[in-house]
């Protein structure tokens, strides 16, 4: 099984702020992750796919990048609804999530 | 637009089964691949089932294989999970979610999601 590894547990930040959040895949899983963005008592939100590309309506303030075995979500400049967990999922080899970052308000 | 709407969930003892529903609307529900997520309370995303669009094709977590069944009915756009010998540690909220892109093959990214059913296995 492939573990992702998320760093770090929590960042906190206020708002204007940029995030980098970090994804570590226990073994090489190519450009197949995921970001997903969790509001506290509300389902995922898939944010970026194949590591870099933003889904459907995600704005420009969320970029991912990396490849192979480490990855990155970066929200540029932070605005109250971004404070939430963060996940990571990876699909080359079935699918596993990683524990999650959460992004709290300093 | 697109809705996942899950039911059935509820309070019941080890040992015992469960059937959850997802009544999906608002896109071509035959066309997608779809899947089954776990999130027990405070914990992470846990990837438990998906099925094909033809429904024929259907692949299990390792701690879910041979307990559980996935299952649709496309003419009633309708996702099941049928879940037996449930243990405490199936303890979470039931997520139905829509694989990204329609087509035969899955992508395994879950752009759509029900607001999920919680499933409590305790003594």
């Known amino acids: 099984e492939i573990v992702l590894t998320q760093s770090p547990a929590t960042l906190s930040l206020s708002p204007g702020e940029r995030a980098t959040l970090s994804c570590r895949a226990s073994?090489?899983?190519?450009?197949?992750l995921a970001w997903y963005q969790q509001i506290p008592g509300q389902a995922p939100r898939l944010l970026i796919y194949d590591a870099s590309n933003r889904a459907t309506g995600i704005p420009a303030r969320f970029s991912g990048s990396g490849s192979g075995t480490d990855f990155s979500l970066t929200i540029s400049s932070l605005e109250p609804d971004d404070f939430a967990v963060y996940h990571c999922q990876q699909r080359a080899k079935w699918f596993t999530f990683g524990p999650g970052t959460k992004v709290d308000m300093k | 637009q697109v809705q996942l709407v899950e039911s059935g969930g509820g309070v019941v003892q080890p040992g015992s089964s469960l059937r959850l529903s997802c009544a999906a609307s608002?896109?071509?529900?035959?066309?997608?691949?779809m899947h089954w997520v776990r999130q027990a309370p405070g914990k992470g995303l846990d990837w438990v089932a998906v099925i094909l669009h033809d429904g024929i094709n259907k692949y299990y977590a390792d701690s879910v294989q041979g307990r559980f069944t996935i299952s649709r009915d496309n003419s009633k756009n309708t996702l099941y999970l049928q879940m037996n010998s449930l243990r405490v540690e199936d303890t979470a909220v039931y997520y139905c979610?829509?694989?990204?892109?329609?087509?035969?093959?899955?992508?395994?990214?879950?752009?759509?999601w029900g607001q999920g059913t919680l499933v409590t296995v305790s003594s």
């Open positions: 979610t829509k694989d990204w892109r329609s087509g035969p093959h899955y992508t395994a990214y879950f752009d759509s």
């Open positions: 073994q090489n899983v190519s450009i197949y």
């Open positions: 608002g896109f071509t529900f035959s066309s997608y691949v």
